[in-house]
């Protein structure tokens, strides 16, 4: 069974940087495609990025050209660097463990973390 760990989430004025990280521990996910997710209080959980196990990524257009996802197959682990952050950036951040990504399409499975705070002050 895969687990899930996500961290690096705080507190941040606007136009910040933070980096996400989301540990994998279990099974190996290393051919899995991986995602990250966010929700604000209130609001639905929505799709930020995701990168397939050959390193494509897809990225929602609210955070096109600020934030990057990649993949350390290594240490099985993803990270999500996000820069110029703005106040409607912040959320919980989820990782997950995806079951597949095929072009501009990802699809979850029902492995998630714990979700990591993320939140910017204007």
């Known amino acids: 069974q895969v687990q899930l760990v996500e961290s690096g989430g705080g507190l941040v004025q606007s136009g910040g940087s933070l980096r996400l990280s989301c540990a994998s521990s279990?099974?190996?996910?290393?051919?899995?495609?991986m995602g990250w997710y966010r929700q604000a209080p209130g609001k639905r959980r929505e799709f930020v990025a995701s990168?397939?196990?050959?390193?494509?990524?897809n990225y929602a257009d609210s955070v096109k050209g600020r934030f990057t996802i990649s993949r350390d197959n290594t240490k099985m682990a993803v990270y999500l660097q996000m820069n110029s952050l703005k106040p409607e950036d912040t959320a919980v951040y989820y990782c997950?463990?995806?079951?597949?990504?095929?072009?501009?399409?990802?699809?979850?499975?029902?492995?998630w973390g714990q979700g990591t705070q993320v939140t910017v002050s204007s």
């Open positions: 997950n463990l995806g079951r597949d990504q095929t072009g501009p399409y990802y699809y979850t499975s029902d492995i």
């Open positions: 279990g099974s190996s996910p290393s051919v899995n495609a």
């Open positions: 990168i397939s196990g050959n390193e494509n990524t």
